[in-house]
């Protein structure tokens, strides 16, 4: 495993960040790619996968299922399945390291199909709850045995045998998630008639774009306040072509630090700009940031848009609830531009934190107060008092901050450091390679300091 060795890392203020860059491709959009490749008869081939260790962990998965995905030497991705319904029984664990969403994704497709495989993954993974995913799963006819039980938990390791004959189902969400709305519709695609999920949040709807561009019925309806995203099982899914538009959840990173690092000028091209995954952008230009958005281009079903973010004075904003699953992955860089900005930032409804690679709602307050910053939690929303330009950083000779297995708040306390009026040390930035390899190097080409 990747983070045996922990691998630690300060970044220092310094001068201005500039320059055009490109971030890798989209961590949701990679994982179903794969997947969908993977099932689909017929080649997928797939341009600006994000190589990261999550996604590279669900192409190893679907391989251990009779996927075929392969790499050519231009960096173009090939996947080959045998349809809908045809996954092989993985002759050993499934180790999906510390993604998330290729666990529970996976465990949709598997629930629906007539095999037994057993989940794990690194020790955030195995923190996280899965019970979201396997109750839906069990209506659908799948069995679980798992860790946690004695209290009251579904944790990996985790076994699941498929049903032989799943059945379709309605299910309205209890959390606002895109991997158990996903889980669910990815079930239904190997269960007779059709399968329905209602959410009262929207969430990022990848699934259900890309489930079209391979041939499925997908409908999707708003009504009264609800989404209902309806499949059709057993749809013959055919090979396509897959361009994976930049992330917008790693972009966020070079770009907050554009806006807060006094005099900077910071280009992101090809970021996606899928509606449901913009709420930062949105928050950041209430806050008073200069962030504009040129070529706004459509891209294999998904728009894309080149981003510049110059230094901005920020001010203090409420983010409401409402706003949170477009923008879940993005609270903690939030709150370190929060940090930097004149007055208060209240950001409403963040329980979700709580169960993503880490405690994000904890590392987040525990880190800004860590660097000088006044953070106080109450109930579910994250109160930041913001310092009206750089926040102190880190006082000599204090313990680096813990990113406890989460690449989002590894980097985001780097972009911090680059930010603060003292350096800012990260215990353990193995996990960023996860998400975003080049995060440092990339970073350092923009004229950050991080040693
Ligand atoms: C994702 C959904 C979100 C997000 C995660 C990726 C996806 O998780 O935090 O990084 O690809 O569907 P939840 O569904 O748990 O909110």
């Known amino acids: 495993m990747a983070h045996e060795a922990s691998q630690p890392a300060t970044a220092h203020p310094g001068a201005p960040l500039k320059g055009e860059t490109a971030v890798p491709g989209d961590k949701s959009i990679s994982h179903r790619a794969l997947m969908f490749g993977g099932l689909a008869v017929g080649e997928t081939r797939v341009t600006g996968l994000l190589e990261g260790e999550d996604v590279l962990r669900t192409a190893a998965a679907m391989r251990q299922m009779g996927a075929e995905i392969v790499k050519d030497p231009d960096g173009t991705w090939r996947a080959r399945g045998r349809g809908v319904g045809a996954l092989v029984e993985p002759a050993d664990v499934l180790d999906l390291g510390n993604a998330g969403t290729g666990a529970r994704l996976l ?8 095999i037994f495989a057993v989940f794990t993954g690194d020790a ?17 006819g799948a069995r679980f045995e ?3 039980a004695a209290e009251g938990k579904v944790l990996l390791p985790l076994a699941v045998i498929g049903a032989r004959d799943p059945l379709p189902i309605d299910y309205a969400l209890p959390v606002a998630s895109a991997q158990v709305k996903s889980a669910v519709l990815l079930a239904g695609l190997n269960a007779p008639g059709k399968t329905t999920t209602i959410e009262k949040e929207r969430t990022r709807d990848h699934t259900e774009r890309m489930l079209r561009h391979f041939g499925a019925d997908v409908a999707v309806a708003t009504e009264n306040g609800l989404t209902r995203a309806t499949v059709t099982g057993r749809p013959e899914l055919v090979g396509r072509d897959v361009i994976v538009p930049g992330d917008p959840s790693s972009a966020a990173f070079p770009l907050v630090a554009g806006l807060i690092v006094p005099g900077s000028d910071v280009t992101v091209r090809g970021v996606g700009l899928n509606p449901l995954r913009t709420g930062l952008f949105q928050t950041l230009r209430e806050m008073g940031a200069t962030l504009d958005v040129a070529g706004r281009r459509d891209q ?15 001010k203090g904003v409420e983010v409401p609830a409402s706003r949170a699953p477009s923008m879940i992955d993005e609270y903690p860089i939030l709150a370190v531009a929060a940090a930097c900005a004149a007055g208060r930032t209240v950001m409403r409804g963040l329980h979700e934190l709580r169960v993503k690679e880490s405690d994000r709602l904890s590392a987040v307050a525990r880190g800004l107060a860590a660097c000088g910053v006044s953070a106080t939690i ?19 000779g204090d313990a680096p901050i813990a990113a406890n297995l989460d690449h989002r708040i590894a980097m985001s306390f780097l972009v911090m450091g680059l930010a603060a009026k003292a350096p800012v040390a990260v215990d353990d930035v193995a996990t960023i390679a996860t998400s975003f390899p080049d995060f440092l190097a990339l970073m350092r080409r923009l004229g950050g300091t991080i040693r």
């Open 300 to 314: 294999a079903g998904e728009e894309v848009g080149d981003l510049n973010a110059r230094f901005s004075a920020l």
């Open 378 to 396: 109450d109930g579910d929303d994250l109160i930041v008092e913001g310092c009206g330009g750089p926040p102190p950083g880190q006082k000599p």
């Open 107 to 114: 465990m949709g497709l598997i629930a629906a199909h007539p």
């Open 124 to 140: 955030s993974l195995r923190r996280r709850p899965m019970g979201r995913v396997t109750a839906p799963l069990q209506k659908m």
């Open 146 to 148: 798992h860790r946690g």
